[in-house]
C-alpha cells in the first residue's frame, strides 16, 4: 500500500486541480470534478488510495466548504460516496466489461460515471430524509440536482478521463506497486 513520492506528488497534483475546478462551479449545484478525480486516482492506484483519497478530500470539502458544514448525516453520506466512487476507479481498472480502459469508450466511461453518481446521490438523499425526514419529497426535489449531477459527470468521465490518462502516466491499479524499477 506504500506510494513512491512521485505518485503522491501526482495524487496531490489531481486534488489541487479538482478543488481548483470547483470554484468557479460553486454557484453550479451537482457540478463537480472531484467523482472524476477520485475514480482515476483509485483506477491509477487501486482501490484503498482511491477509496482513501476521496474519503479524505470529501471530508475536508464538506466540512471547509465556503458555503458552510453539510449537516453531519449527510456529510457521513458525501465521504462514504466519494469513497465508493474511489474505489469504484480501483474494481473498474481490475473489472472491465466494456474494456473501457484499454480502449477508451466514452459509452462505457459514461456508464461508470452514471453508477457512481447515482449512487453518491441516493447516499446523500437518504441521508437528507434520515435528517430532516419526508423521504418522497426530498426524493422527488433531489431528482433535477441528481439528473444535472449524473449527467456533467458522464460528460467528465467521457471526455477528461482519457485526456488524465495521458497526462498522469503510470499503470492500473496496484500493479505499479509490484514493479521492479519504480524509481
Known amino acids: 500500500m506504500n506510494l513512491h513520492v512521485r505518485d503522491l ?35 491509477r492506484y487501486g482501490c484503498f ?3 482513501a ?3 479524505l478530500a470529501e471530508f475536508l470539502y464538506t466540512t ?9 448525516p449527510v456529510a457521513v453520506a458525501q465521504v462514504i460516496g466519494m469513497a465508493l466512487a474511489g474505489g469504484a476507479g ?3 481498472a481490475r473489472i472491465d466489461p466494456w474494456r473501457t480502459f484499454s480502449r477508451p469508450s466514452r459509452w462505457g466511461l459514461a456508464v461508470h460515471a452514471l453508477v457512481v453518481t447515482a449512487v ?6 437518504v441521508a437528507m430524509f434520515w435528517t430532516l425526514g419526508n423521504m418522497w419529497a426530498w426524493l422527488v426535489a433531489g431528482v433535477p440536482f441528481s439528473a444535472l449531477h449524473i449527467a456533467t459527470n458522464c460528460l467528465l468521465f467521457a471526455f477528461a478521463f482519457p485526456a488524465l490518462q495521458k497526462i498522469v ?8 506497486l509490484y514493479a521492479k524499477n519504480t524509481i
Open 169 to 176: 502516466p503510470g499503470r492500473v491499479g496496484n500493479e505499479h
Open 64 to 72: 471547509l466548504n465556503p458555503y458552510g458544514p453539510a449537516l453531519p
Open 9 to 43: 506528488a501526482k495524487i496531490g497534483g489531481l486534488l489541487a486541480a479538482a478543488f481548483v475546478l470547483k470554484l468557479p462551479a460553486l454557484g453550479l449545484p451537482n457540478v463537480e470534478p472531484f467523482t472524476l478525480v477520485f475514480f482515476f486516482i483509485g483506477h
Open 120 to 125: 453518491y446521490d441516493v447516499l446523500t438523499n
Open 53 to 55: 483519497v476521496g474519503a
Open 90 to 92: 480501483g474494481l473498474a
Open 49 to 51: 488510495w482511491g477509496a
